[in-house]
């Protein structure tokens, strides 16, 4: 509402610049939990109240999201580094990050607007666009991001947005206008390198990676985003595409589009190679190069993994499915986690497992690699992507088991899955270490007796390098030795050993 008498300000705190500068000083620096939602209520503010000249609406918009970098910072390293939050916890960090990213980004497409729309005074945001376009583009791509981290639900409406701030540089020619992004933060972007990063990570199948591992996937994206290929036109060597005119995600090129002019094709260009060669030096020396900022120390062998997975969907011919699927409608009943698979498998157990924890879900698909199911409501917390489940096919008395390696959310207790089947045969038994500690509970998976390896699943931490374990079967004595752990989850370890059979005389 603009002030009486004759004003032309806008009755609004910052309608002062040395207020706004106040204000802004006074924002808690200790708390970035409130910090973040003060600024984000700041920008919201600004952007509704009618009345600001647009030059200086996109100056308090400027102040503010440079105001609250450190803080968005702060508790996204936080999300990151704590994986096992509580849901009140998760719900209030990712709601945080989220809605900040989703004004920042609201802002400067409003603003850009301005231009594009013909409002008053709005010619002075000309020399302003390149910089509004990279901000708006980057702020979308957060948005994008976190949605991966919480497998959706998504929105075409954000790739809508994204599409329409591109369309405006390609329009305006900035679209490689390389500018600093924000104050402080090395390096330059443009438009167009802001766009790759954001269909780039799209095109490299986030919905199969960890929370974590989608912060580093998202930290290679930048680091290598000046090497990506955008072109107008298909071209032998180009695996992806989006519609600038559509609003919808990126696309897989399974068969060419029909031709229009707002299509715009993509891949990791010179990126392929510069990763392959990334990939082997840090095999060799078993660290990334310190001139990769991955915001962290993490495990190489989780950076490793998600270099490989990288590598898989930048390729030119990304991987396609190596066993074919068939379309079943059929019900299935999951138990989750290592406890549970081991409750369903003896029924006998002293465990206190409630068959309330049992889900059903819908098989869509199967293939000789599992299933793909979809999930009318999720009962619990559990569900991620590595998570452990035992699987019974309806009508059937076997359990299989398997691990969730895709994860799509449609609402918060609805989604669907992609499942790796790692057994159709478990049996739990009493491992004995060969120190003659406690019996361990453990699942061994497809055994046979004329096998040389055996897998198995025990809980995590058991484990000792050098350990090796025996058990009991059919009156013969089966030791597993040189065992290794193949995989770990949040409440289980995968291991593989030698088996062999103990004579009776020894």
Not at 154 to 161: G, L, R, T
Request: hydrophobic share 40%; charged share 20%.
């Amino acid at each position: 509402m603009l002030k009486l008498f004759g004003s032309n300000k806008p009755d609004h705190p910052m309608a002062e610049l040395k207020d706004a500068r106040r204000i802004l000083e006074e924002v808690p620096a200790n708390d970035a939990f409130k910090a973040l939602d003060e600024l984000t209520h700041w920008l919201e503010s600004v952007r509704t109240v009618e009345g600001f000249k647009p030059e200086y609406q996109v100056q308090l918009a400027q102040l503010i999201d440079e105001a609250a970098q450190a803080h968005v910072r702060k508790l996204q390293r936080d999300y990151i580094s704590n994986p096992r939050l509580s849901k009140f916890q998760e719900q209030r960090l990712w709601g945080a990050i989220h809605g900040f990213w989703g004004e920042v980004a609201s802002m400067y497409l409003a603003c850009m607007d301005l231009f594009v729309t013909g409002a008053k005074g709005a010619d002075a945001l000309k020399p302003l666009l390149p910089l509004l376009s990279i901000r708006a583009l980057r702020a979308l791509a957060a948005q994008i991001k976190w949605r991966y981290i919480r497998y959706g639900p998504f929105d075409n409406s954000i790739w809508a947005s994204v599409a329409k701030a591109y369309a405006l540089a390609e329009t305006r020619k900035f679209t490689q206008t390389r500018l600093a992004a924000y104050p402080g933060i090395p390096g330059e972007s443009s438009a167009e390198q802001e766009f790759l990063r954001a269909v780039m990570m799209a095109a490299s199948s986030p919905d199969s990676l960890l929370p974590v591992e989608i912060e580093i996937a998202e930290r290679f994206i930048a680091y290598f985003s000046t090497s990506f290929k955008l072109v107008p036109e298909q071209q032998p060597d180009i695996a992806y595409w989006i519609d600038l005119a559509v609003g919808h995600p990126p696309l897989r090129l399974a068969r060419p589009p029909q031709h229009a002019p707002s299509l715009r094709f993509f891949a990791a260009g010179k990126a392929s190679q510069e990763l392959d060669e990334l990939i082997k030096s840090t095999t060799a020396s078993g660290q990334v190069p310190s001139t990769i900022n991955l915001g962290g120390n993490y495990e190489p062998a989780m950076v490793l993994g998600v270099l490989k997975h990288l590598g898989l969907y930048w390729s030119a011919k990304p991987p396609e499915r190596r066993h074919p699927r068939h379309r079943v409608k059929s019900r299935l009943n999951v138990s989750p986690g290592l406890q549970g698979i081991l409750a369903v498998l003896d029924q006998s157990s002293s465990l206190d497992f409630n068959q309330d924890h049992v889900e059903n879900w819908i098989v869509e698909d199967v293939s000789a690699g599992g299933f793909g199911a979809t999930i009318p409501r999720v009962k619990g917390e559990w569900l991620k992507v590595g998570c452990l489940v035992g699987l019974q096919p309806e009508g059937g008395d076997n359990w299989v088991i398997g691990i969730i390696r895709r994860l799509n959310r449609d609402t918060a207790l609805q989604g669907s899955v992609g499942i790796q089947s790692l057994a159709r045969i478990a049996i739990p038994m009493q491992l004995q270490t060969q120190n003659g500690a406690d019996a361990e509970s453990a699942i061994l998976l497809n055994p046979a007796t004329d096998a040389l390896e055996l897998q198995f699943l025990l809980n995590p931490g058991v484990f000792v390098p050098g350990q090796s374990f025996r058990f009991e079967r059919n009156g013969q004595t089966v030791l597993l030795m040189q065992a290794s752990v193949i995989e770990r989850g949040d409440d289980y370890e995968l291991l593989r050993a030698r088996q062999m059979i103990q004579d009776a005389s020894e």
